[in-house]
């Protein structure tokens, strides 16, 4: 064989089969079948106009990614992204300029991820047990201070945020990219995502070789913090309505896609790239099933045996991997 | 590092089948512009799929479409979230719906999509519960929030002697329609009956047993309580059965909204001597008809409406059919309805 015969091997080596590349299969796979399902599913307007629904739900995947990665959880998100919602409407009802309201929104949005943050490190608590009590503390809060009411009279400049096209391409969508590239840079490409890593392997062994263990989660609870604010905008933008009752059951939505990407809820291992095709796989299976006229039952039968089926095959890598 | 080398290579795949996709769905069109042509199909969203409530609705719905030879699609979210609802409207702008009728979850969330299918050429309405005016051309509705809430009222104080301390368990604190018929409630005790008075409001969340719980924790507290209301089609069974566990039938009197099948046992046995709704089969029907008529262009802005068997309904507003007075169910009657 020649060289560049053998060259050409050793990259297919290297690309052999990934749990990414077994995801990016399926998400063909499904493009194809959805395709032939319904004839509006492959369409230019579609395919960019589902994108808008997997915008919330994926950037929050992004820090819970980092956060099952480090061998936590995170089951606030969607409490406090009613609580950031509530408070931006409410700001506005109270005579707020929008503006300022949604700088409140975000700070309220970051000091619930701080919270989180500083009971799990300074009181040594599991993530799971903190997370579950501000679960129901804000969402709570969110309902107490609303009174369950609804706002919804809000700005026209404030629909950009969620409602705004550039050409078919919707707006929250560049918001998406920027988030992925800089979460992905951030995990893959600087000393941060390391410990990230390291903390997940081994947490003592981290600890002990210097890594700010504490301080790396401080700052991914409170950043999961500002991107559950960012989500709650585009959200409340998006259906131009802010209520304490929104993001109910985000949370699952948000650990499924992540652990359909293949990060293990054991922590260690985990990667941005597969998040995004967990999340975008979910959104594709649901937005063709729904053209195809399936209803809706079904489709949460169907993503149940696709989550199980992840489950087997994430498994089967792990081992191969030990 | 090898980790991160491989992610970089899937983003690149990524990136090639976005790109081969979008190429391959050139002929495809706008959001916009998708649903001009072909559609006929009446499509009808329930605030959610799997209650009595809604697969009663859906009897009735189908009905009318076979009665009227139109393709109906019945389909809504598996969890009542405005959420949900938004992401299907959406999907069915996509499908090419003729005309688009929901039960919103809530009436401003759900604006901005059903606007969008407005401007896309989509006969628009509502039914059951109302999204804002300017984002329907049309709502049907069942009852009036005040004559509903005026019923459970009279209902109740026939019962009572005209006064007493009331538990009201509801869905959910933000649920728009409840809420009015709570304002509606108290409004009539204020100016009819000044000795009935709601001291608490409990949600049930739409889950029974979440029903029970609040009702006998709450009668457990407060054994003064007259009576229940239990406002929604799980709140009011669940109040029975807490009523009926707690020894109390018979003192604490019970009533609500909720669709009659679920209520046989309890009427029987008397723990629950009256209640109120409307009939959600001929709300379906209803809505089938009025949605065909927008299709037809032929839906009249005042007077009446011929629908079907149920013959004329009145058009109370330009965008407004009403589907009649809610019913009265008791042990008379209750044998002749199953939903």
Redesign the interface.
Known sequence: MSANQLRALDVLKGVRFTRELVLLCLLIVLVVVLGQMSPVFFTVGNLLNTSRFFVEVGLIALGMTLIIITGGIDLSVGAAMALVAVTVGLAHQSGVPMALALVLGLAVGLAAGLFNGLMITRLDLHPLVVTLGTFALFRGIALGVSGGGAVSSFPQWFEYFGQFYLGPVPGQLFVFIAAVTAVWLLLSRTPFGRYVYAIGNNEEAARFSGVPVRRVKVVLYTGIGVLVSMAAVIYTSRVSTSRADFGAGLELDVISAVVLGGASIYGGSGTIAGTVLGVVIIATLRNGLSLAGVETTWQVFLLGVLLIAAVFVNEFFRRREE | MR?????????A??AA?VAL??G????????QQ?AKEGGKIICLMPKL??IPYFEASKTGAEEAAKELKVEL?Y?????G???LQ???I??LI???CGAISVAAN?P?????AMKKAKEAGIATGAWDADVKKDARDVFVNQATFEAVGKQLVDIMSKQTGEKGDFLVVTG???A?NQ?AWLEEMKAHMADKYPDMKVAAVEPGEENLQKGIDVTRDYLKANPDTAGVFGITSVALPGAAEAVEQAGLDGKVKVTGLTTPNEMKDYIKKGTVEEFVLWNPVDLGYLAVHVAKAQLDKKLPRSGKFKAGRLGEVEVVKPDEVLLGPPIVFNKDNIGEYDF
């Open positions: 980790t991160s080398n491989r992610s970089a290579l899937t983003v795949a990524l089948v996709v979008s391959c769905g050139e002929t495809g069109q706008g959001p998708s799929v799997g699609t389909n809504g979210p598996t969890e979230k405005a959420a938004v992401e299907m959406e999907q996509q499908r090419q809530d401003d969330a759900l604006a901005p959910s604190l933000t728009p809420r």
